[in-house]
């Protein structure tokens, strides 16, 4: 943890710039600044802490280094209180708003080799492992374009793009993690465990792309979300619900799964356009015009997509 103005310039000499500063109790991308000189270094620190303290009622924050053009890759994994761990493959959730926000993860990543993504599996075990964590769980990493992969957190709870993991391996993870919770050993082993097809998930929030993504709360007039073969929605909306300007904004998780990634991008774009939702503004429109971007279609996206490639039109 960094302490003082002073243990934040020792660290920053250490790990060279750019550098990220991080709310030690953070989440959602709140109590996060990255520093790319000496000079925003101490106003960057009282920015990030005064964030996690309003967010979190935790000021702490820690320094790590920044990746350029980097994926967030986290893994999936399993472990019960008998010392049994497995991991179910990985999600890239590079697709994310300034705000370091998710707005799109799918699984598997197109991006890694099967090599790297044993290499990077194993690690996700080996620390939980090492943690003697019981419980399911994600362990989070930033990779590099040249397949270098670094640990970045991780979160010990179910997450909000859990669903996308089920749909590639047919596990039901609140299943397994209440059986954990029973003291059960797990039924499955790390060869029991295989990818099949695509998955892919877009959160659907109320926020006004056209306003920097900015919170738009009302009325919700209308809703039909979308169904059929491979489609999945998991929402608590319905005709008439108040949206509050208090809490998340994210109002519906729509899944798609297909045999291949080019299938579950046109049945994700399919699923959108039949989704309707009236009264508030929405991602919605926004999510099919990343869909269609010829980078996103070719899986070449980092944590800085949007805004290279969508938000700046290059």
């Known amino acids: 943890m960094i302490r003082d103005e ?20 953070g989440g959602g991308g709140k109590g996060m600044r990255v520093v790319n000189d000496a000079d925003d270094l101490l106003s960057q620190l009282a920015t990030a802490r005064a964030e996690a303290e309003a967010a979190f009622a935790n000021g702490e924050v820690y320094i790590e280094k920044y990746l350029v053009e980097p994926r967030h890759i986290e893994v999936q994994i399993l472990a019960d209180e008998h010392g049994n761990v497995i991991h179910l493959g990985e999600r890239d959730c590079s697709v994310q708003t300034a705000r370091h926000q998710k707005m799109l993860e799918e699984a598997p990543c197109a991006f890694l080799s099967e090599e790297l993504r044993n290499q990077i599996g194993e690690a996700a075990v080996r620390g939980a492992k090492a ?42 993870l609140i299943k397994e993690q209440l059986r954990i919770a029973a003291g059960e050993k797990l039924a499955l ?74 299938e579950a991008i046109a049945k994700m774009e399919r699923a959108l356009l039949e989704t309707r939702l009236t009264g508030i503004a929405t991602t919605r429109d926004f999510h099919l015009q990343v869909l269609k971007n010829e980078f996103f279609q070719r899986g070449e996206i980092a944590t800085d997509f949007l805004q290279r490639r969508m938000l700046n039109g290059k």
């Open 6 to 25: 002073r243990e934040a310039q020792d660290a920053a000499k250490e790990i060279g710039f750019p550098l990220i500063i991080k709310a030690s109790a």
């Open 131 to 172: 943690v003697g964590y019981q419980n399911a769980g994600t362990i989070e990493f930033l990779v590099s374009k040249t397949g270098e992969f670094f640990f970045m957190e991780m979160n010990t709870r179910i997450q909000v793009e859990h669903p996308v993991t089920e749909l590639v391996t047919g596990i039901d």
């Open 189 to 262: 082993r790390q060869k029991d465990v295989k990818l099949q097809g695509h998955a892919m998930e877009v959160r659907l929030t109320a926020e006004d792309p056209e306003k920097n993504f900015a919170p738009s709360s009302g009325r919700v007039q209308f809703f039909d979300p979308p169904g059929g073969f491979g489609v999945r929605v998991d929402s608590h909306l319905r005709a008439d619900y108040l949206v509050p300007p208090y809490y998340d904004s994210l109002l519906a998780k729509i899944l798609v799964h297909a045999p291949t990634r080019d």
